[in-house]
């Protein structure tokens, strides 16, 4: 633009509504957190972090979330890796199939898992939906699919900025066999993109509600509202932490974003 | 397929061995097992909906499910989601907009470009119950623009404006802007300089400028963004459920979708089915809106090249 005479109090006003309607929800939060007739007090937080239901709820989202993480990059490195050097006409499905599930609520599709392992009989006769163990198989089979998204999109960057072809022909000329290339050789190059993919899936696993909720399992998002409707303040200061771990990941993404600039610069 | 099978064997590709073998290859057997992840947790459950929205429980074909969605709780639902979905996608739209246009050409410093985009990555993602809790914090009956109000003697009541259909309208706005930035940024980005330039060489004003080169450019690109945002709010379940609690049982299709699964509320198991099976066919369309504009959006900036 070489003109940039624009009234750019313009931007200043629409930025400060935005501003406005953005923070203005989170400054109530916190002040509804710390604040007390009494005055100011920080109460709520050690409260809720040493209630055991808290640690409890926090660690089962946590544990999920490690799990959901690992098993999405073991199914996406590989079939991406795969796609990529030898099937590259089944580049397309499987952009699809990935992003079908940012369209497909949660809530839908944890009811079509319910009906579907209803009808399934395992051998021996196991149905998944009658064992707590069966509803966190499926918990998590959810879990990854909604993490493929970004697992993909992060993983199918990363690869194209790597020439896989030339790391695999010459892993292969040193005689290595395909688990070696892929576990030696691909995942350390993709490191940065693999956790890229991680932590937005670390968040999102974190303040999932839909799914834990309709398969009764002990997540820390359907216990943070139940806690509202008993501990108001309490609930409101986990709502703060969910908050600032959201934020947290998502700057480390960026810091990430910025770290494989850096490289990429040099 | 026979014209190309001649091909291959008159341009003398290599023996029948080695065609054979490139026929046979096991290459697939590398995706076998994320496409028996995708089928298992993903498509065989979306089609056991569809099915069974389609069958009666002995499962026999029967469209008696889907006459089932005329029930007058099942329309309530769908125009109060119908509407909020609008109302929020040209809310966010409008606002998310503004924004993405402040801080890309409305020549803000480049701090604020970053933090906005920073925050835009966070608010998307912050949806649901905590979400909810913070604007309880800020419109709720003790909450923060009350005690803020009290000295004036002026009151916001609640119930009108949180705990209802204008309270979904509000929340929900909070995660479209954020999502609509983060759509809008690479499209204004895309309006070339020489565009204005050539504008403004011919005469043209500002708001000339806008009304007939900026905005009909960026016409399906803000198109599609607004499907997107509709179908993110007609699919959005924790937050409507989170601010409405027990009042509103029945207010939105994601709610009442919920309810059927959990106790069959409506003591019809296929009934919930054919709802479940609706929204997908709303999603679905709104996708296929969103593809076509964006594959109009990419037509304009691909021909001006």
């Given amino acids: 633009m070489v003109t940039q005479k624009r009234p750019s109090w313009l931007a200043w006003f629409w930025l400060l509504v935005a501003f406005l309607y953005l923070f203005l929800p989170l400054v109530a939060m916190v002040w509804s957190a710390v604040t007390s007739p009494r005055g100011f007090y920080l109460d709520a937080f050690t409260d809720v972090i040493a209630a055991p239901k808290f640690a409890e709820t926090f660690l089962f989202s946590l544990r999920s979330a490690v799990f959901t993480i690992l098993i999405s990059a073991l199914l996406v490195v590989p079939t991406t890796y795969w796609v990529q050097l030898r099937m590259p006409r089944m580049r397309p499905v499987i952009e699809f199939l990935t992003v079908v599930p940012l369209v497909i609520p949660a809530l839908l599709m944890t009811f079509g898992l319910i009906r579907f392992f209803n009808s399934v009989r395992l051998p021996n006769d196991i149905l998944l939906t009658n064992s707590n163990e069966g509803l966190y198989v499926m918990l998590l089979g959810a879990y990854v699919i909604i993490s493929f998204p970004f697992m993909y999109r992060a993983v199918d960057a990363g690869m194209q900025a790597v020439n896989i072809r030339a790391l695999t022909e010459a892993a292969q000329s040193l005689g290595a066999g395909w688990f070696t290339i892929l576990f030696r050789v691909i995942f350390p190059n993709l490191l940065v993109a693999v956790l890229n993919g991680a932590f937005i899936t670390f968040a999102i696993v974190l303040g999932e509600f839909t799914v834990s909720s309709l398969l009764n399992q002990p997540a820390f998002s359907p216990y943070m509202l139940d806690l509202s409707s008993r501990q108001g303040d309490q609930a409101t200061a986990l709502g703060i932490i969910s908050f600032v771990l959201t934020w947290a990941c998502i700057a480390a993404i960026q810091r990430l974003g910025r770290g494989r600039a850096r490289v990429a610069a040099v | 397929m026979a014209s190309v099978t001649t091909t291959a064997t008159t341009t003398g590709s290599p023996t029948p061995w080695v065609r054979l073998r490139s026929r046979l290859s096991f290459d697939w057997v590398g995706l076998?097992?994320?496409?028996?992840?995708?089928?298992?947790?993903?498509?065989?459950?979306?089609?056991?909906?569809?099915?069974?929205?389609?069958?009666?429980?002995?499962?026999?074909?029967?469209?008696?499910?889907?006459?089932?969605?005329?029930?007058?709780?099942?329309?309530?639902?769908?125009?109060?989601?119908?509407?909020?979905?609008?109302?929020?996608?040209?809310?966010?739209?409008?606002?998310?907009?503004?924004?993405?246009?402040?801080?890309?050409?409305?020549?803000?410093?480049?701090?604020?470009?970053?933090?906005?985009?920073?925050?835009?990555?966070?608010?998307?993602?912050?949806?649901?119950?905590?979400?909810?809790?913070?604007?309880?914090?800020?419109?709720?009956?003790?909450?923060?623009?009350?005690?803020?109000?009290?000295?004036?003697?002026?009151?916001?009541?609640?119930?009108?404006?949180?705990?209802?259909?204008?309270?979904?309208?509000?929340?929900?706005?909070?995660?479209?802007?954020?999502?609509?930035?983060?759509?809008?940024?690479?499209?204004?980005?895309?309006?070339?300089?020489?565009?204005?330039?050539?504008?403004?060489?011919?005469?043209?004003?500002?708001t000339q400028y806008w009304r007939y080169v900026a905005f009909p450019i960026l016409m399906p690109a803000i198109l599609g963004s607004a499907a997107l945002l509709f179908a993110n709010a007609f699919s959005t379940y924790v937050t409507a459920t989170a601010l409405l609690g027990a009042i509103g049982q029945t207010f939105a299709v994601t709610i009442v979708v919920a309810n059927q699964f959990r106790t069959d509320t409506f003591g019809d198991p296929g009934l919930g089915f054919a709802l479940a099976f609706s929204m997908m066919v709303v999603i679905g369309l709104t996708i296929a809106l969103y593809t076509w504009s964006r594959r109009r959006a990419e037509r304009w900036t691909r021909k001006v090249e």
């Fill in chain 2, 32 to 206: 076998v097992p994320f496409f028996a992840f995708v089928a298992v947790f993903l498509i065989f459950p979306a089609l056991s909906i569809v099915v069974r929205a389609l069958t009666d429980s002995a499962g026999n074909l029967t469209l008696a499910n889907i006459a089932g969605l005329t029930n007058p709780v099942i329309t309530l639902a769908y125009q109060n989601s119908l509407l909020v979905s609008l109302i929020t996608a040209v809310s966010g739209s409008v606002l998310g907009g503004l924004l993405a246009w402040a801080i890309t050409l409305g020549g803000l410093p480049g701090w604020i470009r970053s933090a906005v985009l920073s925050f835009s990555g966070v608010g998307a993602n912050f949806a649901g119950v905590p979400l909810v809790f913070a604007f309880v914090a800020l419109l709720g009956r003790i909450g923060l623009l009350n005690q803020l109000l009290k000295p004036t003697g002026v009151s916001i009541d609640p119930q009108t404006f949180l705990y209802g259909f204008w309270g979904l309208c509000i929340v929900y706005t909070y995660f479209q802007v954020p999502l609509m930035v983060l759509i809008m940024v690479p499209a204004l980005e895309g309006l070339r300089k020489e565009w204005r330039e050539a504008a403004e060489n011919l005469g043209a004003t500002q």
